[in-house]
């Protein structure tokens, strides 16, 4: 199963997940630290932006030896579109779901008072 994403201009893979409410697995929220972000790109390579140095650096120093060389190994948060055919693949990318978001609103809280109440 896959999902479709409408990346901007100038926006980043991960980028558009973000905003369009999905998670996109990451430590560093775009900084090309944690590497966690890594994609392969699996079709439409020419729709990509050529990588940037802060990207190259981010993969030949930190990523593991194995995916050092892989040409269609790319940061989600460096990768740029500049065509609707790019296919990437990358685990852990879902919707956000109410649990996944650790702030408790209002109504949240009168609930957990309401129920501490009862017991």
């Known amino acids: 199963m896959g999902i479709e994403l409408e990346v901007r201009k100038g926006e980043s893979v991960a980028e558009a997940a973000w905003r369009l409410g999905y998670i996109w697995p990451t430590l560093c929220w775009g ?12 079709g439409g390579e020419v729709c990509a932006q050529p990588m940037e140095e802060v990207e190259s650096d981010a993969i ?15 940061l989600a948060c460096q990768l740029k579109v500049t065509g ?6 990358k685990r852990g990318v879902r919707l956000v779901e ?18 501490r109440e009862r017991s």
């Open 31 to 42: 900084q090309a630290d944690c590497v966690v972000c890594f994609t392969k790109i699996v």
């Open 60 to 74: 030949r120093f930190k990523m593991p030896p194995r995916l050092r060389t892989d040409r269609t190994v790319r």
């Open 84 to 89: 609707d055919d790019l296919v990437v693949e």
């Open 98 to 115: 109410q649990e996944d978001n650790n702030m408790i609103s209002e109504a949240d809280e009168s609930v957990d008072e309401s129920e």
